[in-house]
């Protein structure tokens, strides 16, 4: 692969510091390198990124882009797909889709807003071959995807006997089976009761059976994931999602993870960075939107988000993303079934379409359409939420931009939400146009805070590889990274926050989009499908304590419709599998 | 006194693979030459293809006591229930098509007029916001109705069909006017939250199944009632949209199967339920 100079571009590197210096970035052989040999430089392909942006690759820590849920969506939702169509190219398939698009489209307009790197953030582990068959028919994008294991029967049964080295040990055989990178918990304890047409409503209630509380797992799963050492932290969706005052049970939800220390025990190489390019958090709460609600009722519903920032703010083992709703049409899919249907009868018309799944032992799933509309009032005040839960956090290092997608709205907004975190204008000229109580029972309309470009760095790259254990590699330019860059049409010396809709248009179409060293994207037209690679973790355990977990996991898996032979992922289901060894059994950093 | 521009298609041989024509409306004709005309694309399968290839076009201007210049009329001389997408999404001006319609004939229409001696197949007046569709004879399957998996239907303009429709007539509309004087088969009115379905003839099953707003009359006997509807009193000779319907019809609320507090109407003729 021939080697590439950016030159001249205003790079924004957080992770080394470097906040606009104009200078060059050069890659060989796919990696960021210092400088070139002279005889590399003369046959380097040389970008002029003069008066541009230049930025690592966007990462995104949280998405639902692969899998039985989206695939759901996409099923369920025609409609969906009528009105957003992609021609196919030389190069690239057709597809179409808006907040479910098909898997090519999806890489293709991930890849042509620069980002490089999606993280599917729920994987059950029954849907893990299909999670697999989607990612390895996406192109573009390196990906990874997060295992639920919040409602587990076996991880319950552990946690609840406080067996909390089998525990880890089964969540390590579940990492290397179902070829996952991390552990997602989806309202913990709340989604087994759901199977009974119940939930949990607070940290302290045992579950049905398991007798298990949300607590309980909170902390279970927390400590197991620091014992093994995973690149990630425990990514939690916390209790009570969507219900007017959560705000406080998100709260609770976060200290109980206090005081778990982080510790990522990774056999890869980590290049060296000036921050610290380890993770500090060990809880990563997911969509804090959809958690920071306060009020009691629909009524009296306002924002909980400066209550839940207070919070953040304070505390050191804590990172959030913010599943902004940039409004207009969403699909919401989650593995919290409940909330789901709280939102079916919600949306008040009888008749809506709607699904619902119990992923046997070990979780569910549900989802529905719905559109935020700027006229709604609850639409409103959650669009103030996601957008306070990033800037009344005060260290950019604990929060990620997204959108959730596609439940809060799709990532194809992500440009609009920057605009509003760059531009105070932005902010009121939307809160305008939505019903009052977007600003009325919020705080938005009083934070003066417009954010850096070096701020927007953090939240949609550096901070991101940082929080999933990816910036050993990812989310920076120093040397030794993958040479994944996106390059912008925005020149900071010229930049002017009130005029938004430059920022919209730029973050929209990437100037380039340069994945492993090569052009892939082209004023946001995909010039080059580049090949990618799929992330999941190996952890490593004491081999009599897995031996122990084996015969329990043997015992109940009679009660699965399937057979324990066909249970695992087979290696074939992955294009370019990078396992990440996680060294459990060892201990130390 | 105006020009009308008009424009005669007269298919030149049998259509093999349906082919997709959204480009025929007086919208994309307006302001061509013949020639650009002639080089206009429809798509049959994979392929691109002008649409000299499948008619011969003729084009003529006519003074007429019509207001507007440029005004574009199309004449379609022959049988195009092989073509798809016929007037997809236009504005204004005039087709008239002297033989039968393919799939999705004036779909997401907003203005101007369409008529059809012939047939038009599945989809006409889909999402249908405005204008006017005549059809001479019958209508497939979602006449006037949403997409599929929508819930968002036709808002405007009206559809009169002189023959018979078939299933799912007018679902989720929720404005405008459909008048088929035939009969229609299931789910006429489905998901309706407005606008009005006037039906001349019989209905199998299923009207107005899961409307919470807007108005069907069936003039005619409907075979299996839908359950979710309650009488609610009768009325003489109805007014109807700008039509007054003869006779004493029995009316129903619903549907209370998917609303506590449906707004929904069916008037059917006392004695024909």
């Known amino acids: ?589 | 006194m105006a020009l009308t521009r008009k424009v005669r298609l007269t298919p030149r041989s049998e259509i093999g693979i349906m082919i997709e024509a959204e480009s025929i409306t007086p919208d994309t004709f307006a302001g061509k030459s013949e020639s650009e005309l002639c080089e206009i694309t429809v798509w049959q399968g994979p392929r691109k293809v002008p649409l000299a290839e499948f008619f011969d076009l003729e084009v003529w201007d006519e003074v007429g006591p019509e207001e507007g210049d440029g005004t574009v009329e199309i004449l379609i001389d022959g049988d195009v229930s092989r073509v798809k997408r016929i007037g997809q999404r236009m504005t204004k001006g005039k087709i008239v098509i002297m033989g039968s319609a393919g799939m999705h004939l004036g779909s997401e229409m907003a203005g101007g007029e369409i008529l059809v001696r012939g047939n038009a197949g599945p989809w006409a007046g889909m999402n249908m916001r405005g204008g006017r569709i005549d059809v001479g004879g019958d209508v497939g399957d979602h006449a006037g109705s949403a997409y599929r998996g929508s819930w968002r239907g036709m808002s405007g303009g009206n559809i009169l069909v002189h023959g018979n429709a078939r299933s799912q007539l007018g679902g989720g509309m929720s404005g405008g006017e459909i008048v088929v004087e035939g009969s229609v088969e299931n789910f006429c009115g489905i998901r309706q939250n407005g606008g009005l379905i006037l039906v001349g003839k019989d209905a199998v099953r299923g009207v107005g199944a899961e409307m919470i707003g807007g108005s069907i009359a069936v003039l005619g006997k409907i075979h299996q009632f839908t359950p979710g509807f309650v009488a609610s009193g009768t009325e003489r000779d109805p007014v109807l949209g700008e039509r007054k319907v003869e006779g004493v019809f029995a009316k129903f609320a619903g549907d209370y199967a998917i609303a506590k507090n449906p707004k929904g109407t069916i008037l059917v003729k006392e004695g024909m339920v």
């Not at chain 1, 939702?77 to 999806?106: L, N």
């Not at chain 1, 607070?202 to 949300?214: G, K």
């Not at chain 1, 949609?460 to 989310?475: E, F, L, Q, V």
């Not at chain 1, 010039?527 to 952890?539: G, L, Q």
């Open chain 1, 1 to 589: 692969m021939p080697s590439m100079v950016i030159m001249n571009g205003h790079v924004f590197d957080p992770l080394n510091g470097i906040d606009g210096e104009v200078m060059d970035v050069f890659i060989k052989d796919g990696k960021v390198v210092k400088d070139l040999s002279s005889a590399d430089l003369k046959r380097a392909e040389v970008i002029d990124a003069r008066g541009k942006t230049v930025m690592p690759g966007g990462v995104d820590s949280h998405a639902h882009v692969a899998g039985a849920k989206v695939n759901a969506g996409r099923l369920m939702r025609p409609e969906d797909h009528i009105g957003s169509v992609r021609p196919r190219t030389d190069i690239t398939h057709s597809g179409s889709g808006y907040t479910v698009p098909s898997v090519y489209k999806q890489g293709y307009d991930y890849s042509a807003m620069g980002y490089t790197t999606v993280f599917e953030a729920a994987m059950p582990p029954l849907e893990a071959r299909h999670t697999h068959e989607e990612m390895r028919s996406t192109p573009m994008l390196d990906m990874g995807a997060y295992l639920v294991l919040g409602n587990n029967w076996f991880l319950m049964r552990y946690l609840h006997q406080g067996e909390i080295e089998k525990a880890a040990a089964y969540v390590a055989w579940m990492m290397k089976t179902h070829k996952a990178y991390g552990i997602k918990c989806v309202n913990p304890a709340g989604v087994e009761n759901w199977g009974w047409g119940k939930n949990v409503h607070s940290l302290d209630e045992p579950n049905i059976h398991f007798e298990v509380t949300a607590r309980e797992v909170i902390h279970g799963l927390a400590e197991v994931n620091e014992m093994l050492g995973m690149p990630i932290s425990l990514h939690l969706h916390a209790n009570n999602l969507g219900h007017p005052g959560n705000a406080e049970i998100t709260k609770e939800s976060l200290a109980v993870a206090s005081d778990v220390s982080s510790s990522q025990k990774m056999g890869v190489e980590w290049t060296e960075t000036k921050v610290d390019s380890h993770r500090a958090q060990s809880v990563y709460l997911a969509h804090a939107q959809f958690n920071a609600f306060g009020g009691t009722s629909w009524r009296d519903f306002k924002s909980g988000a400066e209550d839940l920032a207070k919070y953040v703010n304070k505390v050191d083992h804590v990172v959030i993303d913010n599943g902004a709703v940039p409004f207009g049409p969403a699909t919401c899919m989650t593995g919290d079934g409940p909330s789901i249907h709280d939102l079916y009868v919600l949306a008040g018309i009888g008749g809506q379409k709607w699904s619902n799944t119990d992923v046997e032992l070990e979780c569910g799933s549900g989802v529905i359409p719905f559109t935020y509309l700027k006229g709604s009032p609850i639409s409103a005040i959650q669009w103030a939420i996601g957008l306070e839960m990033l800037l009344l956090v005060d260290d950019p290092w604990k929060t990620i931009m997204t959108t959730d997608h596609p439940n809060g709205g799709v990532f194809t907004k992500y440009p609009q939400v920057i605009a509003w975190l760059m531009s105070r204008r932005a902010r009121d000229a939307t809160a305008a146009e939505c019903h009052k109580w977007g600003y009325d029972r919020s705080s938005l309309g009083g934070v003066e805070r417009e954010m850096s470009l070096f701020e927007i760095a953090i939240l949609t790259r550096a901070n991101a590889a940082r929080t999933i254990g990816m910036a050993h590699r990812k989310g920076h330019l120093g040397a030794g990274a993958d040479g994944d860059v996106a390059i912008y049409d925005i020149d900071p010396e010229r930049f002017n926050p009130d005029d938004y809709e430059k920022i919209i248009s730029a973050f929209g179409k990437a100037a380039y989009t340069i994945k492993d060293g090569q052009v892939v994207v082209r004023q946001g037209e995909v010039v080059a499908v580049p090949e990618v690679r799929r992330y999941y973790c190996e952890p490593k355990v004491d081999e009599g304590l897995a031996k122990d977990m084996m015969a329990d996991v043997r015992e109940w898996f009679k009660y699965y419709t399937i057979g324990f032979a066909n249970y695992p992922v087979p290696d074939k289901y992955l294009r370019n599998p990078e396992p990440i060894v996680v060294n459990g059994a060892e201990g130390g950093c």
